[in-house]
C-alpha cells in the first residue's frame, strides 16, 4: 500500500495543474461548477495525453541550454531534467555513534579494497596484451580463428573490469547467440552496461566516439569485435551507421549487434525515447534490462559533470556494484506497426522488468536545443498518437 501511495505521488508530481496555464475565463463553471479537471477525469488517454502536452511546450522553450534552468519555470515537476540527474544517497553519518564506523569505511575502501582492485585490474591488463598483441598479430592469416580468440580476450578484460568494482551482477534468461537478422537493445545507464554485458557476451555495440584512452580502445580492440563508432556532431556518420547496420544483422558469422536505443545515459529511474532506427532493420529485437542497485554506489555516469575515468575511479572505491540483467522475450514487429510504435512496445517490456518509469521525451534534447521545425514534427506525431489511441477506446 506504501509503494502503491508513493507511486501516485510521483505520478502527481509530472502532472502539471493545467488550470494554471489556462485563462481564467477560459474555463466555464456551470450551475453545478464543473471544472476542467472533471472533463479530464472521463478518460486517463486523455488526461496523460493533456499532461505531456503542457509539460513539453514548457520544456521547448529557449531554456535548453542549461538544463537546470527550467526549475524556475517549472519547479518540481521537470521530469525531463530528473532523468540524467544524479541522486546521491542520504547521509547516514550525522551522530556521534555512526560517524566513526563511516570513518572505518573510508579507511577499507580507500586504503584496502581500493588498491586491491587497481592491482586486479593492472594484473589482468598485463595478461590480456601479453595475449592480444600475438593473437592479433601473427594469426593475420586465420581470421576466422583469431576472431574466436580475439571474443575471448574481450571478455576476459570485461571480466577484470568488474571485478575491479567487486561487481555483483545476476543474469537472468537464456545467453545470447550470434544469429543472423537479430539486434538487441537494452537502457543505458553507463558505459559499464557495456563491460556488464560483454563479460557474457562478445556483442558488437554502436557507441558514441570518445576522446582519450577510451577512444583509443575504441579503434583498436574494440574495432576486433565489430563494434560501430559514430560523431553525434556529424550527420553524415548516421547514413554510414545505417548502413553498416543492415549489413552487419545480415552476416551470418557477425557477433550479436547490441544497440542503446536511449542514445544517451539515463539515470535508471527513467527511460526516455527509443531511437527508431535498431527497430526498422526487420529483425528480431532481443530487449535486456538493466537495473543497478544504489544501495553501495550510483552507477548512472554524469557525462556532463564527470569524464569516464572519474566514473571509474568512483566506482572502485565504492563498496561494490550490484545489479540484474534481465535477457527477454524476442520481438517481432506486428503487422502494420510501425518502427516507432514497435520501438515505444520494446521500450515499455524493458520497462516493465527493470522498474523504471517511461517518460515522452527525446534524450536528443540533453545535447541540443531542438528547432521549431523538430518540436512541430515531434508534437504533430504525438498529437496524431493521441489521437490513434482516443479511437482505439
Same mark, same amino acid.
Request: charged share 20%; with cysteine; glycine share 6%.
Given at each position: 500500500?506504501?509503494?502503491?501511495?508513493?507511486?501516485?505521488?510521483?505520478?502527481?508530481?509530472?502532472?502539471?495543474?493545467?488550470?494554471?496555464?489556462?485563462?481564467?475565463?477560459?474555463?466555464?463553471?456551470?450551475?453545478?461548477?464543473?471544472?476542467?479537471?472533471?472533463?479530464?477525469?472521463?478518460?486517463?488517454?486523455?488526461?496523460?495525453?493533456?499532461?505531456?502536452?503542457?509539460?513539453?511546450?514548457?520544456?521547448?522553450?529557449? #531554456?535548453?541550454?542549461?538544463?537546470?534552468?527550467?526549475?524556475?519555470?517549472?519547479?518540481?515537476?521537470?521530469?525531463?531534467?530528473?532523468?540524467?540527474?544524479?541522486?546521491?544517497?542520504?547521509?547516514?553519518?550525522?551522530?556521534?555513534?555512526?560517524?566513526?564506523?563511516? #570513518?572505518?569505511?573510508?579507511?577499507?575502501?580507500?586504503?584496502?579494497?581500493?588498491?586491491?582492485?587497481?592491482?586486479?585490474?593492472?594484473?589482468?591488463?598485463?595478461?590480456?596484451? &601479453?595475449?592480444?598483441?600475438?593473437?592479433?598479430?601473427?594469426?593475420? $592469416?586465420?581470421?576466422?580463428?583469431?576472431?574466436?580468440?580475439?571474443?575471448?580476450?574481450?571478455?576476459?578484460?570485461?571480466?577484470?573490469?568488474?571485478?575491479?568494482?567487486? $561487481?555483483?551482477?545476476?543474469?537472468?534468461?537464456?545467453?545470447?547467440?550470434?544469429?543472423?537478422?537479430?539486434?538487441?537493445?537494452?537502457?543505458?545507464?553507463?558505459?559499464?552496461?557495456?563491460?556488464?554485458?560483454?563479460?557474457?557476451?562478445?556483442?558488437?555495440?554502436?557507441?558514441?566516439?570518445?576522446?582519450?584512452?577510451?577512444?583509443?580502445?575504441?579503434?583498436?580492440?574494440?574495432?576486433?569485435?565489430?563494434?560501430?563508432?559514430?560523431?553525434?556532431?556529424?550527420?553524415?556518420?548516421?547514413?554510414?551507421?545505417?548502413?553498416?547496420?543492415?549489413?552487419?544483422?545480415?552476416?551470418?558469422?557477425?557477433?550479436?549487434?547490441?544497440?542503446?536505443?536511449? $542514445?544517451?545515459?539515463?539515470?535508471?529511474?527513467?527511460? +526516455?525515447?527509443?531511437?527508431?532506427?535498431?527497430?526498422?532493420?526487420?529483425?528480431?529485437? #532481443?530487449?535486456?534490462?538493466?537495473?543497478?542497485?544504489?544501495?553501495?554506489?550510483?552507477?548512472?555516469?554524469?557525462?556532463?559533470?564527470?569524464?569516464?575515468?572519474?566514473?571509474?575511479?568512483?566506482?572502485?572505491?565504492?563498496?561494490?556494484?550490484?545489479?540484474?540483467?534481465?535477457?527477454?522475450?524476442?520481438?517481432?514487429?506486428?503487422?502494420?506497426?510501425?518502427?516507432?510504435?514497435?520501438?515505444?512496445?520494446?521500450?515499455?517490456?524493458? &520497462? +516493465?522488468?527493470?522498474?523504471?518509469?517511461?517518460?515522452?521525451?527525446?534524450?536528443?534534447?540533453?545535447?541540443?536545443?531542438? &528547432?521549431?521545425?523538430?518540436?512541430?514534427?515531434?508534437?504533430?506525431?504525438?498529437?496524431? &498518437?493521441?489521437?490513434?489511441?482516443?479511437?482505439?477506446?
Amino acid at each position: 500500500m506504501g509503494t502503491s501511495n508513493a507511486s501516485n505521488l510521483d505520478l502527481d508530481l509530472d502532472r502539471p495543474n493545467i488550470e494554471d496555464y489556462l485563462p481564467t475565463d477560459s474555463i466555464q463553471e456551470p450551475l453545478r461548477k464543473l471544472r476542467l479537471r472533471d472533463l479530464l477525469d472521463i478518460s486517463p488517454t486523455l488526461t496523460e495525453a493533456v499532461g505531456a502536452i503542457v509539460d513539453a511546450n514548457l520544456a521547448s522553450w529557449d #531554456c535548453f541550454n542549461s538544463l537546470d534552468c527550467s526549475r524556475h519555470l517549472y519547479p518540481g515537476n521537470d521530469s525531463f531534467t530528473r532523468c540524467f540527474k544524479s541522486n546521491p544517497p542520504e547521509p547516514w553519518n550525522w551522530n556521534v555513534y555512526l560517524f566513526p564506523l563511516w #570513518c572505518l569505511g573510508v579507511v577499507v575502501r580507500y586504503g584496502i579494497l581500493f588498491p586491491v582492485r587497481v592491482i586486479i585490474l593492472t594484473l589482468g591488463w598485463i595478461i590480456f596484451l &601479453s595475449c592480444y598483441i600475438p593473437v592479433h598479430l601473427l594469426l593475420k $592469416g586465420h581470421d576466422k580463428l583469431r576472431k574466436k580468440l580475439e571474443r575471448v580476450l574481450v571478455e576476459l578484460i570485461c571480466c577484470f573490469f568488474v571485478a575491479s568494482w567487486t $561487481g555483483v551482477v545476476k543474469y537472468h534468461g537464456p545467453r545470447p547467440c550470434a544469429r543472423p537478422k537479430q539486434v538487441f537493445v537494452a537502457n543505458h545507464t553507463s558505459m559499464i552496461d557495456f563491460i556488464i554485458l560483454e563479460q557474457m557476451t562478445a556483442f558488437a555495440v554502436i557507441m558514441q566516439k570518445h576522446p582519450g584512452w577510451v577512444g583509443l580502445l575504441q579503434s583498436t580492440i574494440l574495432e576486433s569485435v565489430g563494434c560501430i563508432w559514430f560523431n553525434r556532431s556529424e550527420a553524415k556518420d548516421r547514413e554510414i551507421v545505417a548502413r553498416k547496420l543492415r549489413e552487419h544483422v545480415e552476416g551470418a558469422e557477425n557477433n550479436p549487434l547490441l544497440i542503446f536505443p536511449e $542514445g544517451t545515459c539515463v539515470n535508471n529511474q527513467y527511460s +526516455v525515447m527509443f531511437k527508431k532506427g535498431a527497430f526498422e532493420l526487420g529483425s528480431t529485437v #532481443c530487449p535486456i534490462a538493466i537495473k543497478y542497485n544504489k544501495i553501495f554506489v550510483d552507477a548512472f555516469w554524469n557525462s556532463r559533470k564527470q569524464s569516464f575515468t572519474t566514473h571509474l575511479l568512483q566506482l572502485m572505491t565504492s563498496w561494490a556494484v550490484v545489479c540484474d540483467v534481465w535477457y527477454l522475450e524476442p520481438q517481432n514487429m506486428k503487422p502494420g506497426e510501425t518502427a516507432i510504435e514497435f520501438a515505444e512496445r520494446v521500450r515499455g517490456i524493458i &520497462s +516493465v522488468r527493470a522498474g523504471i518509469k517511461k517518460v515522452p521525451w527525446d534524450g536528443y534534447l540533453k545535447y541540443s536545443r531542438p &528547432s521549431p521545425k523538430h518540436r512541430e514534427r515531434k508534437q504533430q506525431s504525438f498529437a496524431e &498518437s493521441v489521437l490513434r489511441g482516443l479511437e482505439d477506446k
